[in-house]
């Protein structure tokens, strides 16, 4: 047979295909980095678990926990209660800087093959943040968030910026952010064995919903909490900004700030600059000294009365602005503090209120006062109370009598079963 050495044959590639390592977990997208909406870590690994088709618990124990346990007993990864191998403590402190989450979001990378899970906790502002106060113990949520998600069929998370101390309300719709269970009114912690994000971990109750349209026209309400906004704003500069730092803001950023501010406003006079920021000398010497840092509540205060952004305060990028431009500045904020705290119990407020109370006591679930309080934006019940004390005293018995009816039909069940 004569062979044709001109014809072209099937070419064969005989080498390897290159495959991409394979992650043990999925590589879940996480939601928001670069936003202030970022996820937390808690949210994240609740997801993470969801699309594994496992409890989170489950997830923790066996996947991320058995990474930093030096014993093989493997039946410790699979305890129904996620405190016997977590700790209770622990699992709170996941979404903040501490080194339990550190370890969290190493395993978390190495287990999905990210490098980007950092910026889901408070890591970036380790040395700059103290613990103290720093997170909530108990879970807060925005309802009007989860449902407008719910209802444009996007991915139920929870934002890492619910989870601050320091945060009172929502960014988006300015109201304050929940923390106790529409259906169940109890409080929850923030990640456990079966979190799901969205949902009560008490009663897998939703906890959406649409803010009462009775207060939608009184603007004093914005108004009057706008130190939480800007807190909130601030705070969410913050988680946004986080991916755009190279390393971590050391330490010294603060009482190099305070330096540069003394420098600029008083002359180098440290007592004079504190005495203006309304900080203890003794406290404010400590910090200038650098042998300790200011807990998130008072670096806030401070670049607020600074009129700086947190991230530019812990960057040391000073504000150049005078003494005098600050004072007039402090003088407004009084002033329209003063003038909404007049105009926040105008008529139309009080009426609307007064009709969102009559409302409450029709509700299915009634709410205890000061939850009523929450929803329509006060920070306590007192103002509800001022407003009507009969209608107030009703929701409250209304509450009471509701509560004691559900524990004796729990107890009834119980026994039963
Ligand atoms: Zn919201
Ligand atoms: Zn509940």
Redesign the pocket.
């Given at each position: 047979m004569k062979v044709d050495v001109n014809q072209t044959d099937e070419l064969w590639d005989l080498e390897r295909p290159k495959i991409p390592p394979r992650s043990s977990l999925f590589h879940l997208e996480p939601i928001g980095i670069g936003t202030p909406y970022v996820e937390s870590i808690t949210s994240y690994v609740a997801r993470l678990a969801e699309a594994h088709s496992v409890a989170v618990g489950t997830l923790i124990a066996a996947e991320i926990h058995k990474k930093f346990s030096k014993s093989d007993d493997i039946q410790q990864y699979y305890y129904p209660s996620l405190v016997k191998v977590y700790g209770q403590y622990y699992i709170k402190s996941l979404n903040g800087t501490s080194v339990k989450a550190k370890q969290f979001v190493a395993a978390l990378n190495q287990l999905t093959l990210r490098d980007d899970l950092e910026f889901l906790t408070l890591l970036t502002w380790a040395e700059v943040l103290p613990s103290q106060e720093l997170l909530r113990t108990d879970f807060a949520w925005c309802p009007q968030c989860y449902q407008e998600w719910r209802d444009s069929s996007k991915v139920i998370y929870s934002p890492l910026l619910w989870s601050l101390q320091s945060v009172n309300i929502c960014l988006e719709h300015h109201r304050p952010l929940q923390s106790i269970?529409p259906?169940?009114h109890?409080k929850f912690v923030p990640l456990w064995q079966t979190t799901r994000p969205g949902y009560?971990l008490?009663?897998?109750?939703w906890l959406g919903g649409h803010y009462s349209s009775v207060l939608q026209h009184c603007p004093n309400i914005a108004q009057s909490l706008e130190w939480d906004i800007w807190v909130a704003s601030a705070l969410g500069e913050l988680l946004s900004k986080a991916v755009l730092f190279n390393s971590i803001p050391p330490r010294d950023s603060i009482n190099k700030a305070i330096k540069l501010y003394a420098n600029q406003l008083t002359n180098g006079n440290i007592s004079a600059l504190g005495r203006f920021l309304r900080v203890n000398h003794y406290k404010f010497l400590h910090w200038h000294q650098g042998s300790t840092i200011p807990i998130i509540s008072e670096l806030l205060k401070i670049c607020y009365t600074l009129s700086t952004s947190v991230v530019d305060f812990l960057q040391v990028k000073v504000n150049q602005i005078t003494l005098d431009k600050l004072a007039i500045l402090a003088s407004k904020t009084s002033q329209r503090r003063r003038k909404s705290s007049v105009t926040y119990s105008s008529r139309q407020d009080i009426e609307a209120t007064r009709a969102a109370m009559q409302q409450a006591l029709f509700e299915e679930h009634p709410p205890t006062l000061t939850q009523l309080a929450y929803r329509l934006g006060y920070k306590s019940y007192s103002p509800l109370t001022h407003i009507s004390k009969s209608l107030a005293t009703a929701i409250k018995k209304r509450a009471t009598d509701y509560a004691t009816l559900k524990r004796q039909v729990q107890g009834a069940t119980r026994w039963l079963g």
């Open positions: 269970c259906q169940c109890q009560c008490k009663c897998d109750a």
